[in-house]
C-alpha cells in the first residue's frame, strides 16, 4: 500500500489514492432508513419483525437474526425449523448461517432437535472459536450454552415422513418451486452495516449429514459491507457448486445491479450443469447492494421475495430464467 501511494504521489495522482475504483462501490450512500429483502412469502412476516428488533436494538444483525427465527418457530413452513420435513431416517436436522458485513460469520449444520440455529449460530460466531460447528457437536453445543431440547417433528411431518416411507420406491422429492422455502434475509441500516442471516431444514428426505447449501458462507449466504450481501434457496447441490451467494456478490462488486448479479449467477448454474438444466430444478437469489438497492432472480418462475423499506413491505414476483 504504502509502494502504491509514494508511486502516485511520484507521478502527481497522490489524491487518487484514496479514491473509489470504478466498479467497486465501497463510495456509495446506505439508504436513509433501514431496509431488508428476504426470500418467499414468509419473508414479509421475517421483515416486520427484523425491523421491530432494529428498533428496539439498533443492532442489524439482531433485527436479522430475530426476522428468521419466527420463521423458525412456524410449524406450516416444511423446510425451516419446527414442521420442517425430515431426513431419511426421520430426523429433522436444520443448517443455518449469519454473517456481518464486517465479515465475522457463524454457521450450524445438521443439528437437530434445538428450534433456533439461526441463533446457535451466532452464538459460535460470537463465543467459539470456531465458525462452523456439525451434528452431535453442534448440538452439545447447543445444550451447553442453555438452548432447549425440542423435538421439531410435528403429528402432520410425521404423518407426512411415514406416508413417503410406505411408497413403493420412495426416492427424493424434486427441490422446485413447490416444497422448498429457506428463508434468507438480508438488512442493511442507515450507517451502511450490513447482516444477513439463511436458515432451513434442507431438501425433504435427505440422506443424514447431508449439508445443503445454507450453512455454507459463500454459498447460501454473503455479506461485505464494501459492496453488498446475498442469500440463496433452492436445490443446495447446484448453488454450492457455483459458491452462489458470494458470486453474486463478487458480481456487484464488478458493477453488475443486484438483479443481473443474481441472474448471472442462475445463469451460471443452468450453464454449467446441463444435469439440472432438464430437470425440475429451482434455485433463486435475492441481493442487496450497499446502497441499499434490491434485485432477485431465480431459474423458475414462481419465486417471491419481500421487501422492506421504513414500515413498507412489498411482495415482488421474481423474474425467471426458464419459461
Ligand atoms: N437451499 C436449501 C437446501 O438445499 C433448500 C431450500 O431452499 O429450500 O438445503
Redesign the pocket.
Known sequence: METRRRFLKSVGLGSLASMAIPGISNSASPPSQVKFVSTWSHGRVANKVALKAYKDSSDILSAVENGVRVIESEADGR?VGLGGLPDRSGRVTL?ASIMRGNGACGAVGALYNIEHPISVARKIMEDSPHVMLVGDGARQYALQNGFPDKELLTDETRRDYENWKAKEKPDLPP?NHEN???IGLLGIDPQGKMAGACT?S??AYKIPGRL???PIIGS?LFVDDEVGAAS?????ET?IQVSGSHLVVELMRGGKSPKEACREAARRITKKFSKWKSGDVQAAFIAMRNDGEVGAFAIKKGFQYAVQEGEKTDLMDADYLTR
Do not use: F, K, R
Open positions: 423446510s443448517d427441490v422448498h422455502d429457506t432451513t434442507g431438501w445443503g447449501d445454507s447460501g440463496a434457496t433452492g436445490l443446495g448453488i
